[in-house]
């Protein structure tokens, strides 16, 4: 299907590399080209190493100054926003647990919109984005401009513990809004309510629309080598038609 060809994908919170959680079975990372989002000096260089693409700012709706709150027992919960204690207990963090959530260092980075930091990189076309920043991802789509990837992968926070995160449902609206439709979702973590405290969601474009079908018209080949790959199957079977 992709002769050759590799899907570009960008994906934002690459601490460990491309596919870092696993989320989709590492023999399919060949079929990738990741550009890779690491506003932390030290790690965009151990990143450089081994990538093509790498883009060492972070990402947000506008060029601005940030702080990122790193927490130097947890890297992979650092935020843009402040971890708060008082919601912990619907994640299940014991107490003795609660000094993996402290902020260690504040780190000023420079951000820039997601549409900027490609157009830098001369990418006019993205196939996947996965975006998982602990809270940040619908600030950093809102910089999304005219880039409609085949498939997004996204975070979202139902029930965060950090302090002044968006409402889940404004991410998903805007998403709609967009003309993109979910999918899947695998719930993440420990909680103690009825629904995912946060959840993996997976959305592609919107095949009952038009603009929808023109994306993935004129992205045939990706489109479906990237549901196969996601495992939808039977959805690909009913959008075909």
Known sequence: LLNKNKILALDVGAQGGFNSDNFLPEKYNVFFKPILVEPLKEEAEKLRKENEYVIANGLWSKSIKK??????NRLGSSSMYQPDPNLFDLHNIKKKDYINYKITNKVEVQCETLADSL???SIQKLDYLKID???AELEILKGIGNFRPLIIKIESHIHSMYKEV?????LINFL???????ID????GSH???VPAEMDMVLIPNFNEENGKRIINQNEEKFISLMLIFGQIELLKIISK
């Open 67 to 72: 702080e990122i709150n790193i927490l130097g």
């Open 176 to 182: 709609y809004k967009l003309n993109y439709i979910v």
């Open 185 to 188: 979702w695998k719930g993440i």
């Open 133 to 135: 920043t602990q809270g």
């Open 119 to 121: 157009n830098s990189l």
């Open 192 to 194: 103690s309510t009825r």
């Open 166 to 170: 968006p409402n889940w449902s404004e």
